[in-house]
């Protein structure tokens, strides 16, 4: 759209006008960056950070300094008694199921109270294509209920315990269903529910999308081992892989053991001369997850606005960084990917297909122009194309940019005729 034409000033008022109705939101968000901030610093002086630990190891990398200090760092990040941060971890998906096949045995049963996993741990489970060495193809027994606050949740989840469950696996965010995401109060809950049935029983969260969102993460609170992804939350938006894992000590040692090898575990792997990226990323982390926060609640603001379901609300409790989106139309998914990629700052000239993707069932449409590939932390947005057409928005590093991605998107609509200048008048 011309910049000097009439219809953008009217669609730039329009998203403009949204974000200032959000200032004061964001005024009070900027004190729990402030305080998250100066927890990390606070870590980073009590291990004595210094320059020494952005070495560069080679081959196993059998007493890294760097490898053994950004564990330590990780671990009084997580209040745990020990954490491993491996750039061997290709994804959080690849984290996530180390825990699982680290801790699980044959004859083992596994519990998700938060319903289906994310559509790339069925396969890990054994839910999709069977025989490819899954859990279930292990002999490990599954199970899944709903979290809900009520006595039917209490109720299923005493009944199961009681016959003797090892593994509690609780995703808190809402992955692609039309749910809220956990927060760490409903991870407290559960928690504490298990471990006074079965003290013994393992509760494991998938903590992708929801690293520093909220004042303390879940093994502060009951936990025993979390896991996610060093490029969500956690990468500051420029660690270019990785996982990390974090919780009881023997149990991150057992993960270990999966991903390199038993007797080998925590001691080995180097970080490829990324030392100074990981610690840096992390530094930089509560900055650009306040940005990617105050870019969800605009993100919520402008499509409420325009007529769409939006979940959470603008300005409701965020526990991470997704935003999600009911559509109830495949083509309007496809227009809104085409309209952010062609506003992100990479590959902003691709078109926009369905296409399949490992690990996912349905196909998937994702507009994901960012500085390192598949990064959550960067602007992007993706949907599995099946009803009801839920489209998940995430990340952001700058306001600035998703302004001007709302811009386009909108200006795109305007011209379409899928909303009115009207409409936008009214606001």
């Known amino acids: 759209m011309n910049k000097e034409s009439k219809d953008y000033e009217l669609v730039k008022n329009f998203v403009f006008e949204s974000e200032l109705e959000l200032n004061k939101l964001f005024l009070s968000r900027s004190n729990d960056l402030y305080l998250k901030l100066q927890n990390i610093l606070n870590i980073f002086h ?8 952005f070495n560069n190891s080679t081959g196993m990398g059998l007493d890294d300094i760097s490898r053994e200090k950004i564990d330590n760092i990780y671990a009084h990040l997580f209040q745990a008694e020990k954490a491993a941060v491996r750039m061997q971890f290709v994804s959080g998906t690849h984290a996530i199921a180390s825990v699982l096949f680290g801790i699980l045995r044959p004859g083992d049963m596994m519990l998700s109270v938060t319903g289906n996993p994310y559509d790339t741990l069925e396969e890990v489970i054994g839910l999709r294509n069977e025989g490819q060495g899954s859990l279930i193809d292990f002999g490990i027994k599954y199970k899944q209920i709903d979290f809900r606050e009520n006595s039917t949740f209490d109720l299923q989840l005493r ?22 995401s956990l927060n760490t109060k409903d991870i407290q809950k559960i928690c504490k529910m298990v471990h006074s049935i079965d003290e013994d029983c393992i509760c494991f969260v998938d903590n992708c999308y929801g690293e520093l969102v909220e004042d303390k993460e879940p093994t502060a609170y009951g936990a025993n081992i979390v896991a996610g992804s060093l490029i969500k939350n956690l990468g500051g938006t420029i660690v270019p892989s990785g996982g990390y894992v974090a919780g009881d000590q023997e149990l991150v040692e057992l993960t270990c053991n999966r991903l390199t090898a038993p007797g080998i575990g925590s001691k080995a792997g180097i970080n490829f001369g990324l030392s100074r990226t990981i610690l840096q990323g992390l530094f930089l982390s509560p900055q650009m997850i306040y940005e990617s926060l105050n870019c969800a609640d605009l993100i919520a603001s402008v499509f409420q606005k325009i007529g769409f379901k939006v979940l959470p609300e603008p300005g409701a409790y965020r526990s991470d960084i997704i935003q999600a989106i009911q559509l109830k139309d495949p083509l309007l998914i496809k227009k809104i990917c085409q309209s952010f990629q062609s506003s992100s700052p990479v590959d902003s000239f691709l078109n926009v297909i369905p296409s399949v993707m490992n690990g996912y069932e349905s196909h998937l449409l994702m507009a994901g122009g960012t500085f390192i590939e598949g990064s959550t932390s960067e602007f992007s ?5 099946r009803e009801p057409y839920n489209i998940f928005i995430q990340g952001g590093t700058h306001i600035a940019h998703v302004k001007i991605a709302l811009i386009q998107l909108i200006s795109d609509l305007l011209q379409e005729n899928l909303i009115t200048r009207e409409f936008l008048r009214s606001f």
Do not use: M, N
């Open 46 to 53: 009590i291990e004595k950070l210094s320059t020494s630990h």
């Open 159 to 180: 009944e199961i315990l009681q016959s003797k469950c090892k593994l509690v696996f609780i995703q808190k965010s809402c992955g692609y269903t039309w749910r809220r």
């Open 381 to 385: 947005a993706d949907a599995p194309l």
